[in-house]
């Protein structure tokens, strides 16, 4: 089964403005990661934030982890048109061996 | 650049034929992944491999037939596939040895082998 959700599907900002994704997922996680896709291309790691871990920075992205409302965000700041992608949260549940990709939330920002 | 080099980039086959896609890695990790993408969709896990030895299978159909040569390479062999099975396929690697409990780290990924069966 899905373990994350995400939320937007479907995002367009204009270049400089932030974009925030939420991700949802529905049991209990060792860890919680962010990928992005460019279209057709593989997927590139951008921070993983572990389970006793409430927020993380790395550039212009911050993370937040709520593990009592299994629930995670992402903010990317001053956005760029570069950052058009997809999106995707992804979980290792605990006691799996298994990293879950939620349903993603594509990016589209406007030069 | 991706170190985990995929390849073909590109397959198209008929449904009865024969083919592999090949997954290669040279950062030492000893847990590699296949997944699969369909358009706008997540990927979806297939195999786990772990010190080369399958330790997931997700249910996937015969068809497809994982092999783990080395610690380096995996490969997706592929046989009898059917017009839906046409997606991305993404092969991935990860540092961490699979133990109870740990889940997975970072996963690195290939840019994929973008499969078409008519």
């Known amino acids: 089964s899905q373990q994350g959700e995400e939320d937007p599907q479907a995002l367009s900002i204009q270049e400089g403005e932030n974009a925030t994704m939420n991700c949802s997922y529905k049991?209990?996680?060792?860890?919680l990661q962010w990928y992005r896709q460019n279209s057709g291309r593989g997927l590139v790691h951008l921070i993983l934030?572990?389970?006793?871990?409430r927020e993380k920075h790395s550039g212009r992205l911050r993370v937040t982890l709520d593990t009592s409302k299994k629930s995670s965000s992402l903010l990317i700041t001053a956005s760029r048109a570069a950052d058009t992608a997809s999106y995707f949260c992804?979980?290792?549940?605990?006691?799996?061996?298994?990293?879950?990709f939620g349903a993603g939330t594509r990016l589209f920002v406007k030069a | 650049d991706t170190e985990v080099t995929q390849t073909p980039k590109h397959l198209v086959m008929g449904m009865t034929n024969k083919k592999s896609l090949k997954c290669e890695q040279h950062?030492?990790?000893?847990?590699m992944y296949w997944y699969k993408q369909k358009a706008k969709k997540p990927p979806e896990l297939m195999f786990v491999?772990?010190?080369?030895?399958?330790?997931i299978n997700e249910s996937v159909p015969s068809r497809f037939s994982p092999e783990c040569p080395n610690s380096s390479l995996l490969n997706l062999h592929l046989h009898a596939l059917q017009p839906e099975d046409s997606a991305l396929y993404l092969c991935?690697?990860?540092?961490?040895?699979?133990?109870?409990?740990?889940?997975?780290?970072?996963?690195?990924f290939g840019e994929g082998s973008r499969l078409t069966v008519l």
């Open positions: 934030i572990r389970s006793n871990e």
């Open positions: 950062m030492g990790h000893r847990a």
């Open positions: 991935a690697s990860s540092q961490e040895k699979l133990r109870q409990g740990a889940g997975t780290g970072e996963l690195f």
């Open positions: 992804a979980t290792a549940p605990t006691g799996g061996f298994k990293t879950i």
């Open positions: 491999y772990s010190y080369e030895k399958l330790s």
């Open positions: 049991t209990s996680i060792n860890n």
